[in-house]
């Protein structure tokens, strides 16, 4: 298949509440929605994962803009008549990283290219269930009764797993009220590498509580430190920022710095990618789960598709629309009454862009040559 058109839509969604972690507050979700349109007639949809500013990775909107457009778009058009979506990621190797670059365009050519097949997201992932346990992240507040009046609405909305932004100062009481206040809860916390290993001592004290697990607890390039302080606490240790790869995944279960691992799709380069990983955690026991960027319907279909395979058994932050937005920009993903998100059946990402509600949410539409 070939590539006939590209645009980039930048657009910016109200969040329903702000979303504090220790990096900064979001009061909106910005994102480059990434439209294409193959010579078959097929249309490709995808979300970037990154935000306005540097914060969670090295990526931010702009450089995504810029990098898609000078160095990995051309490099895609240049595969001519050969364009498929297992090709993405070999055209794109050259240039480094930029995997929320990278997962953009490989989602939208996949989701053209399944759509063309007639087939769903989940069943070329090899997803095995058709609904998927809903978790949801819970971001730093202002104060504690704020934390517990939160918490119980997302429990009251269904959500079977809470997770606690976590920072220094706002960690260990948090974590205590929430188990006083709701009992035996599924419970984690994510602490997007607030810390340090001098903080060892410190992040032991979430031992009590029983957490599933601490989210990054330290610097995405500090493996040998999560190896160590995984042998001082209990509470086992996930990775989030420092997975870019399977090969990332192979070292950090090899060096023990971890026992669970977050799989975002948009921070590794694409699904693809995400499905290395998931087998590579796999066939090392490691369980995985699926992570999120607030994204909108368009990013969370197949998200949730991915959820779906046998390796995710632990509830992801695939949380409801209604979590995020007022209005998503494809029909809403809504809790059934066992706190399951249903995964998407149709071809591709499997939902249909609300075109008129995403054009209210637009900035600006850029074509992109190819
Ligand atoms: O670290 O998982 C994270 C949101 C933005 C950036 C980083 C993270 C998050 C979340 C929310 O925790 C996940 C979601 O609900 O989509
Ligand atoms: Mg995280």
New binding site residues.
Partial sequence: MRIAHAELRWVRMPLVAP?R?SFGT?YDRDTIVLRMVTDEGAEGWAECGA?IDPL?SEEWLDGVDLVLRDHLLPRLVALGDEVTAARVKPALEPVKRHFMAKHLLETAVLDAELKSARMPFATYLGSVRERVPAG??VGIMDAHADLLAAVAGYLDAGYVRI?L?IEPGWDIEPVRLVRKEFGDIQLQV?A?TAYTLMDAQHLARLDEFGLLLI??PLREDDLRGHAELARLIRTPVCL??SITSARDAATAIAMRACSVI?V?PSRVGGYLEARRIHDVAAANGIPVWC?????TGIGRAPNLALAALPGFVLPG???ASA??YTQDITAPFELDADGCIAVPGGPGIGVDVLNEVLAGFTDRVVPLSV
Avoid: C, H, I, P
């Fill in positions: 979303f972690t979001s935000e969670y949801v992240s997770k932004k994510d997007n989210e990054q989030d920022e977050n975002k992570g999120g960027m607030l994204e932050d695939t949380s979590r995020y």
